[in-house]
């Protein structure tokens, strides 16, 4: 039986790409750059927010010197509103309701920076929803490096092996399973199906309540 649940955040609890392009492209244009498309986004983000401003500037063609600024103007605006045009995915509320019930503890690792993790999830769910919430942050690596995952293991005292680890993104998929995790795709997230298969997902998740399903098979 599964004995506690790791979520990713970006696409997998929440719809936070609004949000991210919003930011993004607001720090650009106080440069004097290009916005790029919120579909692109999807393949810039994931692995945290300074590889995302690095890929940013690539992606529009500007001077990596720039980087400190917009890095900053992209922090400050979306740590000041960190939940500014996100929405939850249909059907999260209830997959998190039935995990409650049946006494899995839920917990979030995300490479998106710490205060802006529990900024979003803050402002969209009850404060004891989730036992433990890990950010970008010093001294912790970030994924698909497996650590978190075995901090979070650590302090629930659960094995690797009893949780069940669910994300959007290959990296995400690496992470889970480099930790030895149960390691499940969903494909309402940012990324593909294909991407998520191509990346050994135990199984993809169309839907949330889909997850509940793969517990009890296992």
Known sequence: MIQAAIFDLDG?????????????????????????????????????AKLLVERMLA?????????????????????????????????????????????????????KPEAQVEGVLAAFFPKDTFKIILGQQEGLARKPDPEGVFRICEELQVKPQKCMYIGDTATDMQTGKAAGCLTVGVSWGFRTIEELLDARAYAVAEKPMELLQLINEV
Do not use: C
Not at 17 to 40: C, D, M, R, V, W
Not at 68 to 75: I, L, M, S, T
């Open 59 to 111: 992606k529009v063609g500007a001077d990596p010197a720039l980087f400190d600024a917009v890095y900053a103007d992209y922090r400050a605006a979306y740590d000041a509103k960190p939940a500014y045009k996100t929405t939850y995915y249909d059907g999260i509320l209830e997959l998190l309701g039935a995990f409650q019930k049946w006494g899995i503890p839920m917990t979030v690792f995300s490479n």
């Open 12 to 48: 997998t609890l929440l719809n936070t790409l609004p949000s991210i392009a919003f930011y993004a492209n607001q720090a650009l244009a106080k440069h004097g750059l290009p916005a790029i498309e919120t579909e692109e986004y999807k393949y810039l983000v994931g692995e945290g």
